[in-house]
């Protein structure tokens, strides 16, 4: 599939921030531990994904989990309850992970 080259900006832009993410963790050496103690490493990688789902919001592209990142995203930004911290670590290991993936599949990078 040729994704538009609007969506492949969007990609980039995504890409950049996941970049952001994985800085993130290297300069907090990559402990959990900080992270559940931290609220600037946890407020730098909530704010990368709450990026990542303004971002996502935008591709005209389909991707896997489009709604559940918008919703994420939502979740961050409005506050319905509070984000548990460990699931945050998990989506910025893990889900984000698979995210590049797709994305760098999708726009042939």
Known sequence: MEVSDRDRQIILSILNYIDGISRTHINFKNEKEVFLENTDYQFSIAFAILQIGEL??????????????????????????SIDKAFLWDISHNSIKELRNELETLGNI
Do not use: T
Not at 56 to 75: A, D, Q
């Open 56 to 81: 996502v919001s935008s591709l005209e592209s389909p991707i896997k989990n489009k709604l559940k990142i918008k919703g994420l995203r939502n979740r961050i930004v409005h506050g319905y309850g």
